[in-house]
């Protein structure tokens, strides 16, 4: 499968996923919901387990363009397991993480990221955000936006992950709440010679 091309200049990517609504949760930190709906993205990857598409974009503010994957919760929906959309420079993989063995297992989505072409790859399932350069490659997780547990209101800490990509650079924001305060951190990556290296 040939990638989809997205844009030729700066691209801000909302990456977020397992909402799990309304099955567990029905909204999203009030803080998250103000930051999206501020702020101007070309894009949103998904990384599955939304359950219910309408139940998911009624609890957030309008969203661009949707690459949405399928989860192992998703039950009746025609998503694909994964997408590949090259974006500026980089080539981003996105899938769920039902695949991976042991759960979240980053030396098994580095070899399936390499097996694509991928420079980046994005999943979910574990509910844990992770950013990790791991031989070359830059894997992200964004966990749950909905600090979505096993029970019906529950709640765990809360996710999610923006993408600046202008040319091979690539910032990642990570938004990260216990629904009291709010942690916000950046790292930069930049692509040289096929590879993601970290930039200071």
């Not at 309008?62 to 998703?74: A, Q, R, S």
């Not at 979505?148 to 600046?164: C, P, Q």
């Amino acid at each position: 499968m040939d990638p989809v091309k997205v844009g030729m200049k700066t691209q801000k990517v909302l990456v977020f996923g397992d909402t799990h609504m309304p099955t567990r949760t029905d909204s999203i930190p009030p803080s998250f919901y103000e930051q999206i709906k501020q702020t101007q993205y070309n894009l949103a990857l998904v990384t599955g387990d939304i359950v219910r598409e309408q139940a998911m974009r009624a609890a957030l503010p309008p969203l661009p363009k949707c690459y949405i994957v399928k989860g192992n919760m998703d039950y009746g929906h025609d998503y694909r397991f994964h997408e590949q959309l090259q974006i500026e420079d980089v080539n981003v993989l996105l899938l769920h993480g039902t695949q991976l063995r042991p759960r979240g297992s980053i030396k098994q989505f580095h070899e399936i990221i390499c097996r694509v072409g991928a420079d980046i790859g994005i999943h979910g399932h574990t509910h844990k955000p992770a950013i990790d350069l791991y031989e070359g490659k830059l894997i992200i997780n964004p966990g749950t936006i909905s600090g979505a547990t096993s029970g019906w209101k529950g709640r765990d800490d809360a996710s999610f992950i923006e993408l600046e990509i202008s040319s091979s650079e690539v910032r990642v924001i990570l938004h990260n709440t216990d629904w009291h305060f709010v942690k916000k951190s950046e790292m930069l990556f930049s692509k040289k010679n096929g590879d993601m290296f970290r930039s200071e």
